[in-house]
């Protein structure tokens, strides 16, 4: 079988999926998969009529082949016109909208699956097609364009992980035409095993206090979100000096407004990676209305002249499209915490929430930086983001230089227990166990001074974890829920509470980070995922379907956080065995196989698992993918 050649062919591939099919499940899962197989007969329908052929479905998704370039478009367009029709025509809960990409190139045969680069790039061009509508590939587009009657939106060169592919919108009708930028290729070093718990650590970092970048998959789909309270988002403020050096102000205005308006329990805030993937994505306002949930929007941008600032900024009612607020603040960099003070108290004035005791003050009070040290830790925080070994050895330099500034600022000391941390992970520390040990100390010393510094309570949770003191690091949940509503604290106790076996209490808050973080990290969803299956496991069930339909909406994405879409697919040949059906456990495994990092044994217990007090759904998740393949190393 191992000698086997392999066949391989050329196919158009068409993929589809729903428009926000889980928040949909979650209102009504009944009448959610009642109307899919209605859309999917239709779907089917079309196919037989055009020539196609479904050789793969995953909860929502349908992947299918075409001999035709022509017949595949002419059925995707068809259908989206006839489920346009069909939403006209129903209720709002039946009215279910898709999205569709069609790829022509070289796939692999296995019986009556196909994979490879081929079914790949098309499940991409699917996850960058626009609710109703349909992307193609450079190899399709360049086929059917002098064949057929349609205008195209050019998208340009699209970079996602190894895979380059020209991209170009159908312009089925008015609502199609739009332009995307050019996404740039991101790599994510894979993290050294002794700290496998450290890669939650950077998506859970609070070494700064500022939300770390998003690096969750770059054409994801938009999740809804749901509050009885009003929601805003914090767009990143736009440096205009024309000076990279220069981002750093904004970067900080943005997490510092973040912040301050996550205080006050009358709002629900967005966290950063929302308002950077929405910057990047060029959502409509409307969008942002229907899809998010979101009422307003705080952005604004900023020039630097020399010492002097001037910051615009501008708060706007989206839904009832005006701008509620708008001023122009010019300061020096000395003034700096006092317009970041003014912003958020005009902020919340304007949107009439009383600032109440512990507010906009108390949280300027609790900085105690000079702008000199202020300024280094946010040029800092960026070198630190970068996960290279260059990037630590600037923050390290800009540490030292703040430890001579301020040396008996105890707050400093979080910073270095970060660094310490990292060094780790990076894989440069001559003594990772004398490092880990000395980032607990220093962390430990911080809370010793400030109980409540909730940058502290993360790193040293982080590192007791890691060094296996579960009784430490479950002591501190409860604090940290209290004191943070910050996307990066709430992610953290979520998986400090799965570790610690509190299954249920770690499914609401992940979901919770959900809500006010879609496009937050994969690793997020990597971790919510296995804390529903240990819950599952724990209470001795039979039924996976929660995890599996959730699984099944995200093993065709593509995510910057290493191995995601491999263990969506594990996760899938688990439950599949478990239910008895060996050839979807298999098949499963098998894609997985063919991805960039095909999980082992050694990944599952030096990085999935490595952060968890109980090893008895580990072992037997082990022994299963054991038994379908997977091997030690």
């Given amino acids: 079988m191992a000698n086997k050649e392999i066949e391989r062919k050329i196919a158009v591939i068409f993929a589809t999926d729903v428009v926000g099919y889980s928040k949909s499940i979650e209102k009504n899962e009944d009448q959610t998969i009642k109307n899919f197989r209605v859309c999917k007969k239709i779907l089917e329908d079309l196919f037989k009529e055009h020539d196609g052929r479904i050789f793969n479905t995953a909860g929502d998704s349908v992947l299918a082949e ?17 489920m346009k ?29 196909l994979y490879g680069d081929g079914v790949n790039i098309a499940a991409r061009l699917e996850a960058l097609a626009q609710a109703n509508g349909v992307c193609l590939s450079r190899s399709v587009h360049e086929f059917i364009n002098k064949k057929m009657d349609f205008l195209f939106n050019d998208l340009g060169e699209q970079t996602v992980k190894d895979n380059k592919f020209h991209a170009f919108d159908v312009v089925i009708d008015d609502s199609h035409k739009r332009t995307v930028k050019t996404k740039a290729k991101s790599k994510v070093p894979l993290i050294a ?18 939300s770390i970048k998003d690096t969750d998959q770059k054409y994801g789909k938009t999740v809804e979100t749901s509050s009885d309270r009003p929601a805003i988002l914090v767009m990143p403020f736009a440096n205009q000096s024309g000076k990279k050096e220069n981002d750093y102000i904004g970067n900080g205005m943005t997490s510092h407004l973040i912040t301050t308006l996550s205080q006050h329990e009358q709002l629900l805030v967005l966290g ?71 912003l958020g108290s005009s902020v919340l004035s304007h949107l009439q929430i009383e600032i109440t005791q512990g507010g906009v003050e108390d949280t300027a009070s609790k900085r105690l930086f000079t702008p000199e040290v202020y300024k280094n830790r946010l040029l800092s925080t960026t070198a630190f983001q970068l996960m290279t070994p260059e990037g630590h050895y600037e923050a390290e330099r800009l540490w030292e230089i703040n430890k001579k ?3 008996d600022n105890f707050y400093l000391d979080t910073d270095r227990s970060w660094q310490l941390a990292q060094k780790t992970w990076l894989g440069i520390s001559k003594n990772p166990q004398k490092d880990l040990i000395k980032a607990q100390k220093l962390a430990l010393a911080v809370l010793e001074k400030d109980p409540e510094h909730v940058a502290a309570m993360s790193i040293a949770a982080t590192v007791e974890q890691i060094l296996g003191d579960f009784d430490a690091a ?24 799965r570790s610690c076996g509190d299954y249920d209490e770690s499914i609401g808050t992940y979901e919770k980070v959900h809500r006010i973080a879609p496009h937050y990290s994969a690793w997020v969803k990597v971790y919510y995922l296995y804390a529903i299956m240990m819950k ?73 698992f490595i952060n968890t007090r109980s090893k008895e759904f580990m072992n037997d998740y082990i022994k299963v993918l054991q038994s379908l393949g997977m091997p030690d190393q």
């Fill in 66 to 82: 075409f001999s035709s370039a022509v017949s595949a478009v002419i059925c995707a367009t068809e259908f989206q016109r006839l």
């Fill in 85 to 113: 029709e069909r939403n006209e025509s129903e209720t709002s809960d039946l009215k279910m909208e898709f999205r569709v990409g069609i790829n022509m190139g070289d796939v692999v045969v296995e019986g009556d699956n």
């Fill in 193 to 210: 095993a002794i700290v496998g718990i450290l890669g939650l650590g950077i998506g859970g970092y609070a070494y700064y206090n500022f």
């Fill in 272 to 342: 950063k990676s929302t308002g950077e993937y929405l910057q990047k994505s060029q959502v409509s306002d409307e969008e942002i209305v229907k899809k998010y949930g979101v009422q307003f929007v705080l952005g604004g941008g900023i020039q630097i002249s020399g010492s002097k600032t001037r910051i615009n900024v501008e708060l706007k009612d989206l839904a009832k499209n005006v701008i509620i607020w708008s001023e122009i603040y010019d300061f020096s960099e000395d003034d700096i915490f006092k317009i970041q003070d003014q």
């Fill in 405 to 407: 500034l301020e040396p």
């Fill in 474 to 497: 479950c002591g501190r949940i409860d604090k940290m829920s209290i004191l943070s509503e910050e996307v990066v604290d709430i992610a953290m106790v979520a998986e400090v509470q």
């Fill in 536 to 608: 599952t496991f724990e209470e001795k069930s039979v039924n996976y379907e929660k995890a599996k339909i959730y699984a099944m909406q995200h093993s065709n994405k593509d995510y910057l956080y290493t191995g995601a879409s491999e263990t969506f697919h594990t996760v899938l040949a688990y439950i599949h065995h478990k239910e008895g059906d060996a050839k979807l456990a298999k098949d499963n495994f098998e894609k997985q196989k063919t991805m960039k990092n095909s999980i082992t044994k050694w990944w599952i217990e030096n990085f999935d």
